[in-house]
């Protein structure tokens, strides 16, 4: 297996796509805009990011075996790697494609940059709801970063009306079991992990999947599948679109109708439950089942911090940059008169709560793609963030440990850096005012401060 490091001392800059690195550089500028790299020259900028490199030996320096996956073009990057190809293609359930291009048709680059992108911008626009369409390029940066581009059968992601197949060259570094609750990042290709991380758009906390199958939950979709083809060296990822697939277990009891053949992926509808008495009664009623879909939801939703990828573990951890709300010096956390210093403040008290865990069936769809900003990126600027807080309360009243999930935010920043701020303006109000302590304390939006 070639690692992506590797310097290909005949390949200079004339063999990279400048359109492509551009593009890139306008991307680290918009997410870095004071960063010290956007100064510099085109090559020293591309050795920085590991795109290129120098043999200290020789004194010999040309693209790294990553650059030229992300800068260069498909036909130069096949002399390197033969079995290099990226396909995308979409069909309506039949055996035509509605749409398909790959690396090969000469319209485009060819590389996995531009192919990123192009793909992201197809899911925006064909999935309305934000927080599918970021699961769905969520799954394409792993396959893109993961992927063994010396093996054979390419990159190929294809969209069927009721699912989505991605499927790369490679085995999985770690367990399949583990794949959805891994917290160790298992690199194949650390240099263009390196250089998509660059942009925010994907971390190394080993937690990218495990995101997935939580939104897929929240959703009702069936839970993902990974499939490994040890034969053909290949992973397989199947993210199904279809809300009638919850709970097969449920069809072996008396208590649901359902017929269902598993052919290609093709599910036939569900018979609606007949809810009579009898059946509310029966001991192995939906309800009651030990395998109820309430209680399998509650199971696989653990809390941000009693995770082991806590994001108060994570190295990223939004209040431990250097550029944290909370040290400024003028931070309401360090202000002599901080409504957090004040004896009475709702930061002095004990968690509300002793469970941290979140009540999944609370979170709605509407809340969850509110909140979507957020979550993919992780600096947003405290009116960014307040303006999304607000619009969360104008839908409910929702609890700190609800905040924390939907936010992707520990639950002290969360507190600390927004809720207590706005507290204080007003904007919002406890739900028992007199009791901070409160177990079920949650946050109300006060329409009073909209009639002022």
């Not at 956007?38 to 920085?48: I, M, P, Q």
């Not at 769809?365 to 807080?389: G, Y």
Request: net charge negative.
């Amino acid at each position: 297996m070639l690692q992506d490091n590797l310097i290909l001392e005949h390949y200079g800059l004339n063999e990279l796509n400048f359109d492509t690195i551009k593009s890139y550089r306008d991307r680290f500028a918009e997410v870095k805009p004071a960063h010290p790299w956007n100064a510099l020259e085109t090559k020293e900028f591309l050795y920085k990011v590991g795109a290129w490199g120098k043999v200290r030996d020789t004194h010999k320096e040309g693209v790294t075996l990553a650059g030229l996956l992300l800068f260069s073009e498909e036909r130069i990057i096949t002399e390197v790697l033969p079995q290099y190809f990226l396909e995308y293609r979409e069909s309506k359930g039949n055996e035509e494609w509605t749409e398909r291009f790959t690396s090969q048709d000469g319209t485009w680059s060819g590389n996995i940059f531009d192919f990123y992108f192009h793909i992201h911008e197809i899911v925006r626009n064909s999935e309305p709801q934000p927080s599918i369409a970021s699961s769905l390029t969520e799954v394409l940066i792993n396959m893109l970063i993961h992927a063994d581009y010396n093996g054979e059968g390419g990159v190929i992601l294809e969209k069927q009306p009721s699912h989505y197949v991605f499927s790369n060259p490679g085995l999985l570094l770690v367990p399949t079991d583990s794949v959805f609750s891994n917290t160790v990042s298992q690199l194949r290709n650390p240099n263009i992990v390196k250089l998509f991380s660059l942009l925010g758009l994907c971390e190394r906390s080993g937690s990218g999947l495990k995101k997935v199958k939580q939104n897929w939950s929240l959703h009702h979709y069936k839970t993902p599948a990974i499939d490994q083809d040890v034969s053909m060296h290949r992973t397989v990822v199947t993210l199904s679109l279809s809300t009638q697939e919850r709970q097969e277990s449920s069809s072996e009891k008396d208590t649901y109708n359902t017929s269902i053949t598993d052919s290609g992926n093709n599910f036939k509808d569900v018979e609606k439950y007949q809810n009579t008495p009898e059946n509310n009664v029966e001991i192995d009623s939906y309800n009651k089942n030990k395998y109820s879909y309430n209680k399998e939801l509650i199971e696989e939703f653990k809390s941000y911090n009693k995770d082991v990828n806590s994001f108060n573990k994570e190295d990223n951890y939004y209040n431990n940059e250097s550029n944290l709300y909370n040290k400024d010096v003028n931070s309401y956390n360090n202000n002599h008169n901080s409504y957090n210093n004040n004896h009475n403040s709702y930061n002095n008290e004990q968690e509300e709560d002793s469970s941290n865990l979140v009540n999944v069936e609370n979170i709605d769809t509407k809340l969850w793609d509110i909140a979507a900003l957020a979550r993919e990126k992780k600096r947003l600027s405290p009116n960014q963030m307040e303006h999304i807080i607000l619009e969360l309360c104008k839908e409910k009243p929702l609890m700190l440990k609800e905040f924390a999930y939907l936010l992707e935010r520990t639950p002290d920043g969360v507190r600390n850096n927004y809720l207590t701020k706005l507290l204080r303006k007003g904007q919002l109000q406890l739900k028992y005012p007199n009791q901070p302590n409160h177990p079920k304390q949650a946050y109300l939006f006060n329409k009073k401060d909209i009639e002022k």
